[in-house]
């Protein structure tokens, strides 16, 4: 008999104790063995008292704590107490299953040491891209090769508030109150819409890709709050999407990570990743491109993972720790690959913004919103990185009138 | 020290063979082992005296048989005597790691017996799907799922010569020899064009999926040696690609399991799985939709899931069988859903077709292909199922001067 201890009661905990429930007759024919939910522990136990495993609860974690417990999933998100529960259990040789990327973004290194030395498994596949398989697919089947680099849309929250702008023309406020509505954004939306989410699950990403530790807060992190319609109606004139990307590569002299607004084909994979959807491209020396799609949060899909977790761990197959490295990998949050890039450049004169840009590259194209905005112009250039970008812009910045340069990095896949 | 034989050294061996020794010191750091590179067999020694390996090249099975050997990787393909070889060697109590469709297809259940009766790992993730991880995320990450269905393009050969006649307009037999000329087709495509490759693969994809013996013989298989460039036109016209899908769906009466070329939105995510590449959209009771993409073949991307294979024989994860279940699947051939399909008709008279069709199901539209072909009209029909639709194409063959009747799935995702 597996006894199953579940910290939280949330979205996902409460899927996890549906999605276990209904899995039991196929752990017991898969594995041989009974699995039996012992505890849950929720923060007031009044609210739960209607319901069907109302004896199962707890609010007391002792109770947790002093009991005969193989397995604990970790539900409660937020660092703590999170981080101190499952450096805990794991110090009392329990197996830790957790969909907490901000405890595995800040500690997941040293938490995975902690299961090391007590022969425990810690495992977190339900931490990035909630349901989508990625991170065993890319430490097991993927092990031959060398990532070179991958673009994921992790944040289901910014994809749907930037899918309702770009397809219903709607405002970043309203679509954000939206996704507040039907709670996909939370009252406080800033981890989401500022790019912090997404950044700690590209850090996690780049730490299994490139077998080096990433902390999430070295990385360039920019969010969707500066998108507006001007940029959407830019965008699709020139067939592209907007999509808040995590941008990661491995480079001669380090790992680029970024999370950053991209354009990219609207036809292209990750062009059409829409609403609360995620996906992920990944580039590796022998299987090329391979990319992964399906939701990325969720009651179930989320769920779906943990219990893919509590399989490998009654079947003990040992998930690799973030990073068994022990230096700290170098982090470039300059992109170096030569790329397109979109320029926007809100100004007094656009004539004088073009004729600079001319005068630098040759017969570049301009395009212009449309002509109720006055004083922005946009156009696309193709520099060999994006420090060369940067002086540039630093040039047209120094012309007289201009006011605001944006830039955005135009991802063709 | 690991010592791995190789039986075999053609497009997948030799990929083995390189990438192994690439990944020797990634194995050393990651799993502790040191692996080595022991045999490889061949057919003709002679073909090969000028090669690095030489020194490892034997063309007698009897030399691997009697070694040391830890794991052998069977890359020779073809039913026999690769079959005897991995019983052989599973009865040897060696672990085994092949990417042999045309044996797991068939002996999948009964080799994968051996091997848990001997204690020892088979492994085939290469078989279905090259590089993309497929079988793994599905027996492990998504255990916690029923599968409800999959729609996939599980060949590449066919889905490079469909891309060719689709964006070129090239006919069948151009786009073949292109295949053939850069080495993507075999002289004697049959496997491929027939569907035969794509319906073993849908089998061993089905029979982990849905837990239950699925042989590849019992599903439907058509190939793609029918469609024209009226189809094609035809497809164009309603914003749809032609695909040759392996679909599957568990179905009240028993498992739907079919090879056939299908209509798909051309922006859609099958629709955009061209050229050589493969997709699976799978769909799961709690993760929902997802998508795979990637190489389905090829050297370096059936080595990576090789690789793979061979990390987790030395992590000593075991693979799920091909299946558990002692009954065979009940296979049904005619799909069960409601769905559009798209129905072409050779006839003497169109106005005649219409007339009925339009008597039967009112206002439906029909399209013609260019002026210049007389004597052919489509339209697309929703249909309860297929065997309503069979009935009604009964009917309609039954008018005079019908000559010959069409249909293709049309496949909305």
């Known amino acids: 008999l597996i006894n199953v201890c579940i910290l939280g009661n949330g979205t996902v905990g409460s899927g996890v104790v549906e999605l276990l429930n209904k899995n039991r007759e196929n752990i017991r024919k898969r594995t041989g063995e009974d699995v039996r939910i012992a505890k849950i522990l929720v923060r007031d136990i009044n609210k739960h008292f209607r319901e069907k495993y109302f004896h199962l609860i707890t609010n007391d974690i002792s109770e947790i704590w002093n009991m005969d417990v193989d397995i604990v999933v970790e539900a409660m998100g937020g660092l703590y107490p999170a981080y101190d529960y499952i450096k805990g259990f794991l110090q009392k040789s329990k197996h830790v299953i957790t ?3 901000d405890v595995i973004a800040k500690y997941g290194d040293e938490l995975s040491k902690v299961a090391d030395r007590h022969g425990v498994c ?4 339900a931490s990035v891209a909630g349901g989508i398989p990625i991170l065993k697919p890319l430490q097991d089947c993927l092990a031959g090769n060398e990532i070179k680099c991958f673009y994921a849309i992790l944040n289901g929250t910014t994809n749907f508030i930037l899918s309702k702008m770009y397809n219903e023309d709607m405002k970043y406020e309203k679509a954000l109150e939206i996704a507040q509505e039907i ?12 790019g912090y989410d997404s950044a700690r699950k590209l850090a996690i990403l780049s730490s299994i890709s490139y077998d080096s530790r990433v902390f999430w807060d070295k990385l360039y992190t920019e969010g969707i709050t500066e998108i507006d319609e001007i940029d959407i109606a830019f965008a699709k004139k020139i067939g592209c999407n907007i999509k808040l990307l995590a941008l990661s590569a491995k ?3 380090g790992i680029y990570g970024a999370v950053r607004p991209a354009f990219v084909p609207f036809k292209g994979k990750l062009g059409m990743v829409s609403d609360e959807f995620n996906g992920i491209l990944l580039e590796g020396d022998a299987v090329g491109q391979v990319f992964f799609y399906g939701k990325g949060a969720g009651k179930l899909p989320t769920a779906s993972a943990v219990i893919g977790d509590i399989f490998d761990v009654i079947e003990n197959k040992k998930m690799r720790s973030v990073s068994r490295a022990e230096n700290e990998a170098q982090i470039i949050t300059k992109w170096q690959k030569n790329s ?3 320029i926007r450049v809100e100004c ?3 004539e004088r913004v073009i004729d600079f840009i001319k005068a630098k590259f040759g017969n570049i194209t301009a395009i212009y919103p449309d002509k109720a905005i006055g004083g922005i112009v946009a156009f696309i250039l193709e520099v060999e990185n994006e420090i060369i970008l940067d002086i540039i812009l630093e040039n047209l910045q120094g012309i007289s009138g201009v006011k605001k340069i944006k830039k955005t990095i135009i991802i063709d896949l």
Chains 1, 2 share one sequence.
């Open 251 to 253: 480079e001669e002299e």
């Open 348 to 350: 007094d004169e656009v």
């Open 183 to 194: 709670g996909f954004a939370e009252a406080n939306p800033d981890s989401d819409v500022l």
């Open 122 to 125: 810690l495992k977190y596949d």
């Open 99 to 101: 969909a907490n990327k």
């Open 340 to 342: 397109d890039w979109f």
